[in-house]
């Protein structure tokens, strides 16, 4: 790894940040593929009757939410690792200002300031992102 004679502190605020975004992308592969092969085990052939095929669905259902906001972690944590490579870490995505240091201590990959981060959040809870055309 070549390393660049541009001192800067950011450089080695990203290594930790890297470090702890690498554990956290190999913790949730090695979950999700527990996950998985738990699945294939607890998936009988033949479901013994309609009961234990209502419990089978509901467990799917926990499984795929679960699994789903898995997969959506490590999509972060990995744009988050391509953010350091690229040297845009640390910068929110939505208004470019710098993601405070006590945040990214809590979340290495957030994407966004908290202020962008509820304004992004109340977006999605709308379930549809409209500009306003009203103006
Ligand atoms: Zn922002």
Redesign the pocket.
Known sequence: MAKTKAVSTSSTVSERYSHALITKSQELRASMSAQNAAQVVARPDHPSDEGDLSQRSHDEWIFLNRNKLEVRLLRDVEDALRRIESEQYGV?Q????P?SRKRLEALPWAK??V??QDLVTARKQVGEFRPNEED
């Open positions: 929110c939505e208004c470019g200002e993601i966004y300031c202020s962008c």
